[in-house]
């Protein structure tokens, strides 16, 4: 089955810094990833996506970079704010209705 | 639209009791999934839904466990009897014909 790995579960980082959280994934299948940020109480919510046939793909403060190479996605928190501390997920999916997988998050700790 | 209906949003119980955890998806998706996040576990899927046929319920922990979706409105999680173990924020996400599956709140268990 699906595997979501994260190379770090926590990150602190001071306010106005860039953050960067990072996803390994095992499944070369999955053809697009999508990043959550999940704040203390609530669900999981879309913060952006990317197809497996992109190398990077920006949104507002954010950028995903995805490396099929190495099995391997970033997001990017330019000028990280407070609203900003939560927990993020990484969730590799394949098109065809399948559920998405998630690992267990990193959580993101903005130091004002 | 409302997002995903989830209710109750706390539920304290003792062990032993018949839980029952309700959901409404976003109207007009077709793809209901029940999640459960524990610190240890992190987000696991429990069952998911297609056009209101159960497809994969294999991430139910036990017969204790069961799931209906009678119409494409309406899924309930049914856990009987309670155990202490089943504490955890169980979530409920829909998806219509794009990828990103939308979370609703959560409901928070407790079981004593």
């Known amino acids: 089955g699906e595997s979501v790995g994260l190379h770090l579960p926590t990150l602190s980082v001071q306010e106005g810094d860039n953050s960067i959280i990072n996803c390994a994934y095992s499944?070369?299948?999955?053809?697009?990833f999508i990043w959550y940020k999940q704040e203390s109480g609530k669900g999981p919510q879309f913060i952006i996506d990317?197809?497996?046939?992109?190398d990077k793909r920006q949104g507002q403060r954010v950028t995903v970079l995805l490396n099929k190479t190495v099995k391997h996605l970033s997001l990017q928190i330019a000028a990280t704010q407070p609203g900003d501390s939560a927990v993020y997920f990484c969730?590799?999916?394949?098109?065809?209705?399948?559920?998405?997988?998630f690992g267990k998050g990193t959580r993101l700790s903005v130091i004002a | 639209d409302a997002g995903v209906i989830q209710s109750p949003r706390h539920e304290v119980t003792e062990m032993g009791q018949e839980v029952t955890l309700r959901c409404k998806p976003i109207?007009?998706?077709?793809?209901l999934f029940w999640y459960r996040q524990t610190m240890m576990r992190g987000l696991e899927l429990l069952i998911y839904?297609?056009?209101?046929?159960?497809?994969?319920d294999s991430g139910m922990p036990e017969d204790r466990f069961s799931a209906k979706m009678p119409n494409a409105s309406f899924s309930t999680l049914k856990i009987q009897p309670s155990e202490p173990r089943d504490s955890a924020v169980y979530f409920c996400?829909?998806?219509?014909?794009?990828?990103?599956?939308?979370f609703g709140p959560g409901t928070r268990l407790t079981v004593l």
């Open positions: 996400a829909s998806r219509g014909t794009y990828n990103e599956q939308f």
């Open positions: 109207s007009g998706h077709n793809s």
């Open positions: 969730a590799p999916g394949n098109s065809g209705n399948t559920p998405l997988v």
């Open positions: 499944n070369s299948a999955s053809d697009y």
């Open positions: 839904f297609n056009n209101n046929v159960p497809i994969d």
């Open positions: 990317i197809r497996s046939n992109m």
